[in-house]
């Protein structure tokens, strides 16, 4: 409480009146069961039958802040014990947008994925899997993001990459949301740019994703196409997909969705994915899930893989 007051009085000095601050903490633990088999080499053993366990903790810890002036700002420091995902941002909001430093960039923000059935925390084929369906990436750079205008928004991040590499990025993104006939229809559109990391290589990478998204009371429909090239036009990724949840009573979710993906440069490349997962509030802050998988990969050399996986998790949050 006294570095708030510390740091109100030091705003007030500077002409900026701190009407509220607010500090949050928020966290989870989950235990996440998995099972998966394929016809690929595993573990050494051929169409081996794996499975493994796993206890993920995650913390949260978000600063925010309203002034006088209209202004809002922030901070969030995320801690995911055993990933170096861990995450943190800072923003500042008003009547212009946002300025956000750190965190998702725009190209995260605005893309669309099919991929809604929970728990897929082990897929069951490693390698190749659905270059085209999940291209876009996270930034951790600066992004700027307009206000919502008539349901209109848009944004647009850079990102360096650090003295050692020329392989900076870039993002931009936009959607368009409405109210139709009682749904909730939502249109997305993202591009992501990685320039080639040095002078003399031809290895950036390129990609997009454009969506619709539509929801009307308890049923969400997303429809998505994602796209993943390389400057050296040696793959050209396509994937597409659809995904459906539904909130079937009061704690019970219910999610499915499946998927495809291609290459223009390689007749012989192909991914098919489908998916659907169960997921049961207990209790409050309790949530039991179940998610079953079943997919099949063939690489550009015509090697064919196909698997299935089954995942269960129970996780704590607060």
């Known amino acids: 409480m006294r570095k708030i007051l510390l740091a109100s009085t030091a705003l007030v000095a500077m002409g900026v009146s701190a009407a509220s601050a607010d500090i949050s903490l928020s966290g989870s633990?989950?235990?996440?069961?998995?099972?998966?088999?394929?016809?690929?080499?595993?573990?050494?053993?051929?169409?081996?039958?794996?499975?493994?366990?796993?206890?993920?903790?995650?913390?949260?810890?978000?600063?925010s802040f309203a002034s006088d002036n209209g202004l809002t700002y922030g901070t969030s420091h995320s801690i995911d014990e055993g990933s170096t995902a861990d995450g943190q941002s800072m923003y500042v909001k008003g009547s212009f947008?946002?300025?956000?430093?750190?965190?998702?960039?725009?190209?995260?923000?605005?893309?669309?994925?099919?991929?809604?059935a929970d728990g897929e925390l082990n897929k069951s084929i490693g390698t190749g899997e659905f270059d085209g369906d999940s291209a876009v990436a996270d930034a951790d750079g600066i992004a700027y993001f307009t206000p919502s205008i008539n349901g209109f928004a848009a944004g647009f991040s850079t990102e360096d990459a650090g003295s050692s590499s020329k392989a900076d990025k870039t993002g931009y993104g936009a959607s368009y949301s409405q109210e139709v006939a009682g749904a909730s229809v939502k249109i997305a559109y993202a591009v992501s740019e990685t320039a080639d990391n040095e002078t003399d290589l031809n290895n950036g990478v390129t990609a997009t994703s454009v969506g619709?998204?539509?929801?009307?009371?308890?049923?969400?429909?997303?429809?998505?196409?994602?796209?993943?090239?390389?400057?050296?036009?040696?793959?050209?990724?396509?994937?597409?997909?659809?995904?459906?949840?539904?909130?079937?009573m009061d704690g019970?979710?219910?999610?499915?969705?499946?998927?495809?993906?291609?290459?223009?440069?390689?007749?012989?490349?192909?991914?098919?994915?489908?998916?659907?997962?169960?997921?049961?509030?207990?209790?409050?802050?309790?949530?039991?899930?179940?998610?079953?998988?079943?997919s099949s990969y063939t690489t550009d050399l015509g090697a064919k893989t196909t698997g299935s996986a089954t995942t269960a998790y129970l996780k704590v949050a607060f």
């Open 212 to 248: 619709l998204t539509i929801t009307m009371g308890d049923a969400t429909v997303t429809i998505a196409q994602n796209t993943k090239k390389d400057d050296a036009t040696t793959y050209d990724h396509t994937g597409t997909g659809i995904g459906i949840s539904y909130a079937a």
């Open 29 to 63: 633990a989950k235990f996440t069961y998995n099972s998966w088999s394929t016809s690929a080499t595993v573990d050494g053993a051929t169409g081996a039958n794996t499975t493994s366990t796993s206890l993920e903790n995650d913390l949260t810890i978000t600063s």
């Open 252 to 294: 019970l979710t219910l999610k499915a969705h499946s998927k495809s993906a291609d290459d223009s440069k390689d007749a012989q490349y192909d991914s098919s994915e489908a998916a659907a997962s169960v997921t049961y509030t207990v209790a409050p802050g309790l949530t039991a899930n179940l998610a079953y998988t079943d």
């Open 97 to 116: 947008g946002e300025i956000r430093f750190g965190g998702d960039g725009a190209d995260a923000a605005f893309d669309t994925s099919a991929d809604v």
